[in-house]
């Protein structure tokens, strides 16, 4: 403001409105500002150049400027937060993550930062979670379960004092313990999503299925606690419901589970499910990625979907995250429409993208040329899908799953090769070019259910 007073002639009103359309960062409000300043320091008789010269650091230091006694008080506070993470590093980081456990991004940012600071973040546990995070040892701190989502304090506390005079040792017992007013089935639910119950039992599969079941088990026990029968047998020794049996989730399920319940991936990245099939024909890491001249094919899977409209059209920026990095990758209109039902979250993209360097950001930007899902990527890079037969094979039954994944005549689908094995011999046969079968994961997961999932394999070249 003296700056503009003193070269510029501005009165401190005028100098005062300079400083506010410095803070709103308006380009053309400071356009109108440079032909003022300049005018009056010509008036003055400063240089033109030397004005404009105050003028740009002017502008450059309302990017991000304190006056002095800011300055220290964030030194201070710099030094001391910097001090408590260095001797501190689980008590800290078990701190700031319990001041914005309602903040997801926060959660996730300040997880990944324990882990790579070598603070081991323990999973969520019905019998050693408190409501927020706490340090358990010098590198170890316990997720709170009021990181959960749905999980309100009274009902956590209620959870807390309940398990105080034993540890939950299954989920009916946690059912008939806990109060149901307090508790209540979606946040019993979200917690075994959360993998709160994996110490008692790892089933989240098995355990959700039988949710309802040990709910109106708890209830049912409730209601015939005071009450006698004709014989005067009591009600609450009824045996339990028969426990449900269902098939166990892939890693791709569970983690997709848990995201529903914690907001994000905690115990793994959803591209390791992946990552031993697509690594065989897009070996680039996307933390490793570099401006280049060729296009370069990128695999991830979709975390943010970012829409803009632009004068061709809407472009969408999609994304890609691959455990190692994440990408932004623009997609326009044209390409958008054709792949519009590929983009979604939590979706696995192969992309062949033009990446080159933004002078603007510093950094790099990628725009898609082709976008493909797993099974599009198959039928491009993959050389056969081979069965492993054994000397017993049925070619009767053979023909019969084959016939039933088989590729249209408008499809391109995937040479098949049959390795056969007998006492005597061994080969490997190729079927004819009609043969081609259909490689996505419902076709695959078929064939695997049918032989073993070491027998069926997508052969790279």
Same mark, same amino acid.
């Given at each position: /403001? !003296?700056?503009?007073?003193?070269?510029?002639?501005?009165?401190?009103?005028?100098?005062?409105?300079?400083?506010? %359309?410095?803070?709103?960062?308006?380009?053309?409000?400071? %356009?109108?500002?440079?032909?003022? *300043?300049?005018?009056? %320091?010509?008036?003055?008789?400063?240089?033109?150049?030397?004005?404009?010269?105050?003028?740009d650091l002017m502008a450059m230091f309302a990017e991000y400027g304190f006056n002095?006694?800011?300055?220290?008080?964030?030194?201070?506070?710099?030094?001391?937060?910097?001090?408590?993470?260095?001797?501190?590093?689980?008590?800290?980081?078990?701190?700031?993550?319990?001041?914005? /456990?309602?903040?997801?991004?926060?959660?996730?940012?300040?997880?990944?930062?324990?882990?790579?600071?070598?603070?081991?973040?323990?999973?969520?546990?019905? =019998?050693?979670?408190?409501?927020?995070?706490?340090?358990?040892?010098?590198? &170890?701190?316990r997720y709170g379960l009021g990181a959960i989502k749905g999980a309100g304090e009274?009902?956590?506390?209620?959870?807390?004092?309940?398990? !105080?005079?034993?540890?939950?040792?299954?989920? *009916?017992?946690?059912?008939?313990?806990?109060?149901?007013?307090?508790?209540?089935?979606?946040?019993?639910?979200?917690?075994?999503?959360?993998?709160a119950f994996d110490a008692i039992d790892p089933d989240r599969a098995g355990l959700?299925?039988?949710?309802?079941?040990?709910?109106?088990? $708890?209830?049912?026990? &409730?209601?015939?606690?005071?009450?006698?029968?004709?014989?005067?047998?009591?009600?609450?020794?009824?045996?339990?419901?028969?426990?449900?049996?269902?098939?166990?989730?892939?890693?791709?399920?569970?983690?997709?589970?848990?995201? $529903?319940?914690?907001?994000?991936?905690?115990?793994?990245?959803?591209?390791?499910?992946?990552?031993?099939?697509?690594?065989?024909?897009?070996?680039?890491?996307?933390?490793?990625?570099?401006?280049?001249?060729?296009?370069?094919?990128?695999?991830?899977?979709?975390?943010?979907?970012?829409?803009? /409209?632009?004068?061709?059209?809407?472009?969408? *920026?999609?994304?890609?995250?691959?455990?190692?990095?994440?990408?932004?990758?623009?997609?326009?209109?044209?390409?958008?429409?054709?792949?519009?039902?590929?983009?979604?979250?939590?979706?696995?993209?192969?992309? +062949?993208?033009?990446?080159?360097?933004?002078?603007?950001?510093?950094? *790099?930007?990628? $725009?898609?040329?082709?976008?493909?899902?797993?099974?599009?990527?198959?039928?491009?890079?993959?050389? &056969?899908?081979?069965?492993?037969?054994?000397?017993?094979? =049925?070619?009767?039954?053979?023909?019969?799953?084959?016939?039933?994944?088989?590729?249209?005549?408008?499809?391109?689908?995937?040479?098949?090769?049959?390795?056969?094995? &007998?006492?005597?011999?061994?080969?490997?046969?190729?079927?004819?070019?009609?043969?081609?079968? +259909?490689?996505?994961?419902?076709?695959?997961?078929?064939?695997?259910?049918?032989?073993?999932?070491?027998?069926?394999?997508?052969?790279?070249?």
């Amino acid at each position: /403001m !003296q700056i503009a007073q003193i070269i510029g002639g501005y009165t401190l009103g005028g100098a005062d409105l300079l400083r506010r %359309a410095m803070g709103k960062k308006k380009p053309e409000e400071m %356009a109108k500002h440079r032909d003022i *300043f300049l005018a009056g %320091a010509r008036e003055k008789g400063y240089d033109e150049a030397l004005a404009n010269k105050l003028f740009d650091l002017m502008a450059m230091f309302a990017e991000y400027g304190f006056n002095k006694s800011h300055t220290a008080a964030y030194a201070v506070v710099t030094y001391q937060t910097a001090w408590l993470k260095a001797h501190y590093p689980a008590e800290f980081m078990a701190g700031t993550l319990s001041s914005d /456990m309602d903040d997801t991004d926060k959660v996730r940012l300040f997880v990944a930062d324990a882990r790579d600071n070598k603070v081991e973040v323990l999973p969520p546990d019905i =019998n050693a979670s408190q409501w927020d995070f706490r340090a358990v040892a010098d590198r &170890a701190l316990r997720y709170g379960l009021g990181a959960i989502k749905g999980a309100g304090e009274a009902a956590v506390r209620h959870i807390i004092e309940v398990r !105080q005079d034993r540890p939950f040792v299954d989920l *009916f017992d946690f059912c008939q313990r806990i109060d149901r007013r307090l508790v209540g089935r979606r946040l019993v639910e979200a917690l075994v999503r959360a993998g709160a119950f994996d110490a008692i039992d790892p089933d989240r599969a098995g355990l959700l299925a039988n949710v309802g079941a040990a709910l109106e088990f $708890s209830e049912a026990q &409730a209601a015939a606690a005071n009450q006698v029968g004709l014989f005067e047998v009591d009600g609450a020794d009824a045996a339990a419901p028969i426990w449900l049996k269902v098939s166990p989730w892939d890693d791709r399920q569970r983690l997709q589970e848990e995201k $529903s319940a914690l907001g994000y991936f905690y115990s793994g990245h959803l591209f390791e499910s992946y990552a031993s099939e697509v690594r065989r024909f897009v070996s680039l890491q996307l933390g490793k990625v570099q401006p280049s001249q060729q296009a370069v094919w990128l695999a991830g899977i979709v975390t943010g979907l970012r829409t803009q /409209m632009t004068r061709r059209g809407k472009m969408v *920026f999609v994304t890609l995250d691959d455990g190692t990095g994440s990408v932004d990758v623009a997609v326009y209109s044209e390409l958008y429409d054709q792949c519009r039902s590929m983009l979604r979250e939590d979706e696995l993209l192969v992309v +062949q993208a033009r990446v080159a360097r933004d002078d603007y950001s510093g950094g *790099f930007r990628a $725009s898609a040329d082709q976008i493909l899902g797993l099974a599009g990527a198959r039928q491009m890079f993959a050389r &056969a899908l081979r069965l492993s037969l054994n000397g017993d094979a =049925n070619h009767r039954q053979l023909r019969e799953r084959l016939d039933a994944w088989r590729a249209g005549d408008r499809q391109p689908g995937c040479p098949v090769e049959i390795a056969y094995r &007998a006492r005597e011999a061994e080969c490997l046969l190729r079927l004819p070019e009609h043969w081609r079968l +259909q490689v996505d994961d419902v076709a695959i997961g078929a064939l695997r259910e049918w032989l073993e999932p070491s027998r069926v394999q997508v052969v790279y070249g």
